[in-house]
């Protein structure tokens, strides 16, 4: 028999906000433990919370740009359970009136090949709410440890319908939430600092069923790759314990990365009794026509949107724009070049090409720095968009070969230095000139007699010869449109 | 509300997480089944179409703006806690829920 | 003790004799400090006192009023906190085992105006674990006595800190007040107690019981001292969400222009059975003296008053069930040496560090969360608790305040209610609408019965009004001074 797995996903996303949710102590990854609390984050006796607007703000712009229906009302609840990484034991969240509702998120699914555009199609969302996240426990052999550092950052949860059905279906929602988020400014939603992070609902029933088979969840997929290697395994697990005749148990589980299989966690029966009521302490939001006006004027294009008009507007290859729209920094960067390159397809390549090549060794090399240093961004890098359009035409103009063009990048890329920099610093100034190409021209006819008379008698391909002697001569600087000219003028 | 359904005070007591004695568990059953017959009352009212009061003088947005403040040093953070090391709280060893 | 030491003293003749030089607030603090060590003993208003804080702050006051830079009328005057109020670096017990060893690193807003108006801010001050209670018998450190008869409860949950003003132990403090806190234990202790409207105080730093209800405000001797305190307390603050933007008016100077004589609204729900006989003739003298003063008297009626006591206890337990759920063992609060997982922790932690009524009220509100219940239980109440707010709003389109007796009877004796959780719910119910209203009540003293105890009558207000109601109060309080009687000790 044949079987259908069903998809559901719960994405949790870190705004990038100054503040936490609720206090005004700062957020950030990677600071030592315990310097970003204040009573509040510490759930003191006496602390009480008070709303961040711009996590509420970059929480609209979020339901805008999924195509959520915003909430003209929302409020706040207490979600309440004991666990030592959250510090009042409670969270305040939303329940019955989330910030945003409904929704979709557009994917692509893999083309046959990586030149050809994949089917596109709407993942529906259910809702999307704000809340508070919780600290950091680290497991010991003896003991755990708490870090209450990211504990009450603003956190996003986007819950999907059950409307996926493949790991591919998967990678590719959280492929595109992930480029949608980041290019509105929403998150860095970088997986490895948990900035995004994923719970999975999977069920399998046999193809062409419509009712729902037993739901489990998956935890701890934290990384995109786990989330795809997670859901896999799971999908077949269940496969498996059907055609066994096994029962499968509704039940939250464990993802495994290392050994890559899920494992059941031990749940109370009561661990869902959550008592949820409205947080008496905060106050309820109203969010305006005007103040959604407002943020829809500052939506950026849906890189997929961004992707069918370079395709259409441009020409720009697939392969190419592909590559660009899954990056917004890079189409920016892309943007900026294009206007003043003469070339637009020639632009995208060499921004997808060369740019990308030197920006991933310059932020691979990074790594291993003692510090983990900011990465190097398309806007940060040595090469200005600038700079990358006067190469592109200088070669468009013929006054550059494309060898030493790409030659010349990467050390634009180390020196920051633009290409006529180098050039007059390394004397590549292009032979031009036209009498001193045609001393060259004249010297090279003479030196090759022989192949001179064969193209006068008729033999085209004998001025290749001839032209590759004043290109040595001329180590390659010389415009090649210019030696053909004066060959041929030289010859009859 | 007591007598067709008396509280269940193991579940109660696990939800707030308070261990009881068999005596305490005794006696707030026999308390709060008291004091849930005198809230009888309020399942007898009409309440129909009444709006819930959350707070008696409501409000809506009030919130601050996006700005980070310093907060307490880790030494400042952890001086109360009953344990700590490495400047994180020590609990017992979490099993996983 | 000679009548004429300082302890005797209202805040505001303090305030002209420290103005005046004829005491430094160093003398002052010191006979303060000498009063608790004679009387408390006794009394046991005060968990603690940081005597060398309260001398040092006294000194600081010195010195900036010899250099003219007096920062308010209350600079140099001490203030007894209840302990739920943050001061940074001083205890924080909530009269609780669970936070025996905690201090706090911060200080709470009401804190921060004392401080900044010059306040000497000295002592912590008993109550009912968590302010929960209505005898100050439910203290993990020993019950408050009542400083007019020392076998009787002080009232509560704030009863230390109408002991400690009534023993003359300190001439202001604070208290909260979530369903007669302030004002129940004013009236069995004979000093005036204001709760003002929810909002009208910052809660930041309070310790939270009932975060829609609690509110922080001021024991006195006198309606013109509580106006004193209150004004230095109020205003908006940007850390509590549920503070309310208004402009705080000099409610001392207002009392000195008194308003013209309006219209005193008598609700027929609360003069009915279950009132002692003796506290009915007072609240009759006092109805009568208004009406002496050109008051108009006018019945009244809030039939859902008698919905107020389990509406109350639904959403206070509820509120508590879940702003307790932080005291835990994990953080900053004693951790049980039984503990062997987390979960344990929790429990063990919490079935240790928590007294008899605390565990009776977090059981019963997560009982009333719990699924299944909720609608019946905590969405019922609120939707009753409109009807309250509406019975008062229709009220006060006809009269400027109500007036009530404070609480039934006069001062009980310790132990006559704590095993019947209802009896002692009951104390509360002439206080607790007030606040399911959100609206400003005040117990000013009317007399005292045959055998000594004070009773006091309750004042309820409009929203926001507390001007005026403080100026209703003061033109009854004025001419009776009750609570400048001191009790002998």
Redesign the interface.
């Given at each position: 028999m044949e079987y259908e797995a069903v998809i559901g996903l719960e994405v949790h996303v870190q705004l990038n906000t100054r503040s936490k949710m609720f206090t005004r102590v700062g957020t950030g990854f990677g600071q030592p433990p315990n310097t970003l609390t204040d009573p509040v984050v510490l759930g003191l006796p006496g602390a009480l919370p008070v709303m961040n607007r711009d996590a509420i703000e970059k929480s609209i712009k979020v339901g805008l740009l999924l195509g959520c229906k915003i909430a003209e009302v929302c409020k706040w609840d207490r979600k309440n359970y004991f666990y030592p990484d959250m510090p009042k034991n409670y969270q305040i969240s939303q329940f019955d009136q989330p910030i945003c509702e409904g929704g979709e998120v557009e994917i692509e699914m893999p083309g046959e090949n990586p030149a050809k555009m994949g089917a596109h199609r709407m993942v529906e969302l259910t809702r999307i709410h704000l809340e508070e996240d919780v600290g950091k426990l680290t497991h010991y052999e003896q003991d755990s440890l708490v870090d209450y550092n990211r504990a009450g950052s603003p956190l996003l949860e986007i819950v999907s319908e059950p409307d996926m059905h493949s790991p591919d279906e998967v990678f590719a929602y959280l492929t595109s939430l992930r480029n949608s988020l980041v290019a509105a400014g929403i998150s860095a939603c970088d997986m490895e600092k948990g900035q995004l992070r994923c719970d999975a609902n999977i069920s399998v029933r046999p193809k062409g069923t419509t009712a729902l088979g037993t739901k489990v969840e998956i935890k701890n997929l934290n990384t995109i790759s786990g989330v795809r290697n997670g859901v896999e395994y799971e999908i077949r697990r269940q496969i498996r314990a059907i055609e066994e005749g096994t029962e499968i148990i509704q039940e939250t589980r464990r993802w495994n990365p290392e050994q890559k299989y899920t494992t059941p966690m031990r749940t109370k029966e009561m661990a869902h009794d959550y008592r949820y009521f409205p947080d008496p302490d905060l106050m309820p939001v109203k969010i305006d026509e005007a103040w959604i006006d407002r943020v829809a004027k500052e939506l950026p294009e849906k890189p997929f949107d961004k992707q069918r008009r370079y395709q259409e507007e441009m020409n720009l290859p697939y392969s190419a724009t592909s590559s660009l729209c899954g990056d917004h920094l890079l189409c920016a960067y892309f943007e900026e070049a294009t206007a003043l390159a003469k070339s637009p397809t020639k632009t995208a390549n060499w921004v997808v090409n060369d740019l990308l090549r030197e920006l991933s060794q310059a932020n691979k090399v990074d790594e291993f720095a003692e510090e983990s240093n900011e990465a190097i961004t398309p806007q940060s890098c040595p090469v200005s968009p600038q700079s990358l359009a006067e190469l592109i035409n200088l070669i468009e103009d013929g006054k550059l070969t494309n060898n030493v063009a790409k030659e010349l990048f990467p050390e634009m890329f180390a020196t920051g230095k633009t290409v006529s920099d180098l050039i007059k610093e390394k004397g590549l100034d292009q032979k031009s000139d036209d009498g001193e190409i045609e001393g060259i021209c004249a010297d090279a006819i003479a030196n090759d007699s022989d192949a001179a008379e064969k193209f006068r008698g008729g033999k085209e391909g004998a001025i290749n010869a001839l032209k590759g002697a004043v290109m040595k001569a001329t180590r390659g600087q010389a415009n090649p449109k210019v030696v053909d000219e004066t060959l041929r003028r030289l010859l009859s | 509300m007591s007598e067709d359904a008396p509280m269940d005070i193991d579940y109660v007591a696990n939800l707030a997480r308070i261990e009881l004695s068999d005596e305490e568990k005794t006696t707030y059953q026999r308390q709060l089944g008291d004091v849930l017959k005198y809230f009888e009352k309020l399942q007898e009212l009409e309440v129909d179409g009444v709006e819930p009061t959350a707070h008696a003088f409501p409000r809506h947005n009030v919130w601050d703006k996006d700005e980070s403040k310093q907060g307490f040093s880790a030494t400042e953070a952890l001086k109360n806690a009953p344990q700590s090391r490495q400047d994180q709280v020590v609990v017992p060893k979490v099993i996983e829920e | 003790m000679s009548p004429d030491s300082p302890i005797f003293k209202t805040a505001t003749e303090l305030s002209a004799d420290l103005t005046a030089g004829k005491i430094s607030s160093v003398e002052l603090t010191r006979a303060m400090i000498e009063r608790v060590e004679t009387v408390d003993e006794k009394v046991h208003a005060f968990l603690h006192l940081d005597q060398e804080d309260a001398l040092a702050q006294a000194k600081a006051s010195d010195e900036r009023r010899s250099k003219g830079e007096c920062l308010s009328p209350l600079d140099g005057i001490p203030v007894g906190l209840k302990d739920?109020?943050?001061v940074k670096d001083q205890p924080?017990t909530?009269a609780s085992k669970i936070?025996e060893?905690?201090?706090?690193?911060?200080d709470?807003t009401v804190t921060v105006k004392l401080k900044e108006a010059g306040a000497v801010v000295a002592g912590r001050l008993n109550l009912d674990e968590f302010a929960m209670g209505s005898s100050t018998e439910n203290s993990a450190y020993g019950p408050t006595r009542n400083p007019w008869d020392l076998e009787r409860v002080p009232g509560g949950s704030s009863g230390g800190s109408s002991a400690a003003v009534a023993a003359r132990e300190v001439p202001l403090s604070l208290g909260s007040d979530t369903g007669g806190s302030i004002r129940q234990p004013a009236s069995l202790c004979g000093v005036v107690g204001m709760k003002p409207?929810?909002?009208m105080v910052s809660?930041?730093?309070?310790?939270?019981f009932?975060?829609?209800l609690d509110q922080i405000g001021p024991f006195s001797t006198t309606v013109e001292d509580a106006a004193l305190l209150l004004e230095t307390i109020s205003g908006h603050d940007?850390?509590?969400?549920?503070s309310?933007p208004k402009d705080i008016p000099s409610y001392s100077g207002e009392l000195k222009n008194p308003a013209q004589p309006g219209v005193i609204g008598l609700p027929k729900e609360f003069f009915g059975p279950g009132m002692d006989d003796e506290v009915r003739a007072k609240v009759d003298q006092t109805i009568e003296h208004y009406r002496s003063l050109g008051y108009q008297t006018k019945e009244v009626s809030l039939p859902s008053t008698?919905?107020s006591?389990?509406?109350y206890?639904?959403i206070a337990t509820?509120?508590a069930?879940?702003n307790l759920?932080?005291?835990?063992?994990?953080?900053?609060?004693?951790?049980s040496e039984r503990?062997?997982?987390?979960?344990?922790?929790?429990?063990?932690s919490?079935?240790?560090g928590?007294g008899?009524e605390v565990?009776?009220r977090?059981?019963?509100?997560?009982?009333g969360?719990?699924?299944g219940y909720?609608d019946?239980?905590?969405?019922?109440?609120?939707?009753?608790?409109?009807?309250i707010?509406q019975d008062f709003e229709r009220v006060f389109k006809e009269v400027d305040a109500v007036l009530t007796p404070t609480a039934p009877t006069p001062a009980f004796k310790f132990g006559e209610k704590s095993e019947d959780?209802?009896s002692m719910y009951l104390s509360d119910i002439y206080t607790i609408s007030t606040n399911?209203?959100?609206l400003p009540g005040i117990s000013v003293p009317c007399g005292f019965t045959q055998s000594g105890l004070p009773v006091g009558m309750q004042l309820i207000g409009q929203?926001f009004e507390e001007s005026k109601l403080l100026n209703i109060a003061h033109a009854y309080d004025r001419d009776h001074l009750y609570g400048r009687q001191a009790p002998n000790l």
């Open positions: - | - | 739920v109020i943050s924080l909530a936070l060893n905690y201090r706090s690193p911060y709470a409207t929810y909002g809660r930041y730093g309070l310790a939270a009932a975060s829609s940007p850390l509590d969400s549920t309310f008698d919905l006591i389990p509406v206890y639904v509820a509120e069930s879940s759920a932080r005291y835990d063992g994990i953080r900053y609060t004693s951790r503990a062997q997982n987390a979960i344990d922790v929790y429990a063990k919490r079935g240790e928590f008899s565990k009776r977090c059981l019963l509100g997560a009982y969360l719990s699924s909720y019946a239980y905590y969405l019922r109440a609120q939707k009753a608790r409109t009807l707010r959780p209802i399911l209203a959100g929203a």
